[in-house]
């Protein structure tokens, strides 16, 4: 990993004060591409960007003094402040794309059109697994915006998936209070500030046993595959061990087979029907294992 870091730097400009002769540094370059690539306010570039506050506001300062951009307050929302383009910045940013095309080039020109199928899947592989292993997983309100967003995600692909569609039904507000503290936790893995992962985990008395139950668990398709389902399975459990539970219960349905496989190889065992869910037709059971990660731990 290392060695590439350093290969990989080197060869595409990211060492040179000047990235690609642009008269910047790679930083400024990333930023004036991410403010030219659709509208935003400074919120967004900070979450999508990961920076320190300060440090993107005088990247932004530094921008506007030589005239690329304009940050102005939300008309709709004087809290915030949109970040666009000048006439100028436009022009930077499309002398932007077009050097990092060249650049590109020279990089893929010389190899031949298999090692270049290679090469990209090798780069789409790397670049999940690498997204995958550094995203963060988040505790948040249930009916806040990331895990509403999240859920309608979820919705929408069982609706997609399974033979009948789904129907949510409207929001139920003591369902939502089930996944708040003392009671149980949502949470949300974001990636440049989008959702892409989340579910909830929950106290169920039900069948003489009180346990954790785990719900609405949802993985993007597209981060499918880099162990972020598992990554986050174990976060729920270790969120079920700090609520004091050592047996944790999920359903699912039959149509979600990798679902299905994934609790299986984490140690969950097959049990009869224990809730009245429609749309389930598979349910587990997994004792906790002492000790489990615990996601109130650094």
């Keep these: 990993m290392r060695r590439f870091n350093r290969s990989y730097t080197q060869r595409v400009g990211a060492l040179d004060s000047s990235f690609l002769g642009m008269g910047m540094p790679l930083g400024g370059a990333r ?19 990961g ?15 030589k005239g690329y951009v304009a940050v102005q307050p939300d008309p709709a929302d004087r809290r915030r402040r949109l970040v666009e383009l000048t006439a100028s910045g436009r022009d930077l940013w499309d002398d932007l794309e077009r050097r990092s095309e060249e650049r590109a080039h020279l990089l893929l020109d010389p190899l031949t059109p298999r090692q270049r199928d290679r090469l990209n899947e090798a780069l789409a592989t790397a670049d999940l697994l ?11 309100d249930p009916a806040g915006a990331l895990a509403r967003q999240a859920m309608q995600r979820y919705f929408a692909e069982m609706d997609a998936r399974f033979e009948d569609g789904f129907d949510p039904g409207p929001i139920d507000p003591d369902d939502e209070a089930s996944l708040r503290l003392p009671r149980g936790v949502f949470v ?26 785990i719900k609405r668990m949802w993985v993007h398709p597209q981060w499918r595959g880099a162990g972020l389902g598992s990554r986050l399975l174990r976060h729920l459990e270790g969120e079920a061990a700090a609520l004091g539970h050592h047996v944790v219960r999920l359903d699912t349905r039959f149509v979600l087979e990798e679902a299905i496989a994934m609790y299986e190889r984490s140690g969950y065992d097959r049990i009869e029907r224990y809730n009245d869910n429609p749309y389930a037709t598979h349910f587990f059971r997994k004792v906790l294992a002492i000790p489990v990660e615990d996601p109130r731990m650094p």
């Excluded at 991410?34 to 570039?45: D, F």
């Design 51 to 65: 920076l320190d506050s300060g440090y993107l506001s005088r990247m932004l300062r530094g921008l506007e003094k």
């Design 31 to 49: 930023l004036l591409y991410e403010i030219g690539a659709g509208p935003t306010t400074v919120q967004e570039l900070r979450v999508r960007l």
């Design 188 to 213: 949300v893995a974001v990636s440049d500030g989008e959702p892409v992962a989340g579910g909830g985990v929950r106290a169920y008395d039900g069948g003489g046993e009180v346990t954790a139950e």
């Design 130 to 140: 690498v997204r995958a292993a550094t995203v963060t997983i988040e505790r948040v």
